[in-house]
């Protein structure tokens, strides 16, 4: 895994932005997924700048790569909903072009399904950029998930309801289950891009990095991906 430190999250957000761009531009059409959460907004923005300052449109799909059981698309905190906020709306990316897990499908295997048959029908999938959970998750994959899964759905742990919280307006009752790419898709996919930030991921940057490899800090599994580049902050690198 090569470790990129930079000295400012704009300055990480944009050394992972112009790699995602580069790589992205190296293929016709790739199949993207990227993260929710807080750490990707500048990233999203540069991608933003960049395709709305050029005139240009992505050349990649994109399939979602976790969503939250029970939470509608339309709702704020649902992953659909800050890629629509994000990316999918300002650059009018149409839904020809993305999937998405629906996390009130009344059938959920069949959302896991779909999700695979369309990284199969692609022969893969080529770029993944990966926020960092507190509890070293990648996706909604928690710590213990098989690695060797291809989607799955799973009770999330008390930390990422916690984290998760400030994703949603206001208090709410949080839902349990979370439905998300798998590590086996995550660990299979040709070019991966890490990315964290802040003081309150110093830990568990240092465990991802340093600590044993294996399902306990699922970030760490990583380090044995041919192609993985883990973008950080100078905070989030501080106990390395
Ligand atoms: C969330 C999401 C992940 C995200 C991670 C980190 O629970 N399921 O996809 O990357 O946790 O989130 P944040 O960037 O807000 O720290």
């Given at each position: 895994?090569?470790?990129?430190?930079?000295?400012?999250?704009?300055?990480?957000?944009?050394?992972?932005?112009?790699?995602?761009?580069?790589?992205a531009?190296?293929y016709e059409r790739p199949l993207v997924c990227l993260?929710?959460?807080?750490?990707?907004?500048?990233?999203c923005?540069?991608l933003r700048?960049?395709y709305?300052?050029?005139?240009t449109k992505p050349n990649w799909d994109f399939i979602g790569?976790?969503?939250?059981?029970?939470?509608?698309h339309?709702?704020?905190?649902?992953?659909r909903?800050?890629f629509d906020?994000h990316l999918f709306i300002p650059l009018g990316i149409t839904e020809d072009r993305f999937s998405f897990?629906?996390?009130?499908?009344?059938?959920?295997?069949?959302?896991?399904?779909?999700a695979?048959?369309i990284i199969?029908s692609h022969?893969?999938l080529d770029i993944?950029?990966?926020?960092?959970?507190?509890?070293?998750?990648?996706?909604?994959?928690?710590?213990?998930?098989?690695?060797?899964?291809?989607?799955?759905?799973?009770?999330?742990?008390?930390?990422?309801?916690?984290?998760?919280?400030?994703?949603?307006?206001?208090?709410?009752?949080?839902?349990?289950?979370?439905?998300?790419?798998?590590?086996?898709?995550?660990?299979?996919?040709?070019?991966?891009?890490?990315?964290?930030?802040?003081?309150?991921?110093?830990?568990?940057?240092?465990?991802?990095?340093?600590?044993?490899?294996?399902?306990?800090?699922?970030?760490?599994?990583?380090?044995?991906?041919?192609?993985?580049?883990?973008?950080?902050?100078?905070?989030?690198?501080?106990?390395?």
């Amino acid at each position: 895994m090569k470790i990129v430190v930079k000295e400012s999250y704009a300055d990480m957000s944009w050394a992972a932005a112009e790699d995602f761009l580069a790589i992205a531009s190296s293929y016709e059409r790739p199949l993207v997924c990227l993260p929710s959460g807080h750490t990707p907004i500048l990233f999203c923005k540069y991608l933003r700048d960049h395709y709305l300052s050029t005139g240009t449109k992505p050349n990649w799909d994109f399939i979602g790569l976790d969503e939250w059981v029970g939470v509608p698309h339309s709702e704020k905190g649902s992953c659909r909903h800050f890629f629509d906020e994000h990316l999918f709306i300002p650059l009018g990316i149409t839904e020809d072009r993305f999937s998405f897990f629906d996390g009130m499908a009344p059938d959920i295997e069949m959302e896991k399904r779909k999700a695979e048959e369309i990284i199969d029908s692609h022969g893969g999938l080529d770029i993944a950029v990966l926020g960092i959970g507190a509890n070293g998750h990648l996706g909604f994959n928690e710590p213990g998930s098989d690695p060797t899964l291809r989607t799955q759905v799973i009770e999330l742990e008390a930390i990422t309801l916690h984290s998760g919280q400030s994703y949603f307006l206001g208090p709410k009752d949080m839902p349990t289950k979370g439905l998300t790419l798998g590590l086996g898709t995550l660990l299979s996919t040709s070019h991966v891009l890490l990315i964290a930030n802040g003081k309150h991921k110093a830990d568990i940057i240092a465990k991802t990095v340093n600590g044993p490899v294996g399902n306990d800090i699922p970030a760490s599994l990583m380090r044995e991906h041919p192609a993985c580049t883990l973008y950080l902050d100078r905070d989030a690198s501080g106990k390395l």
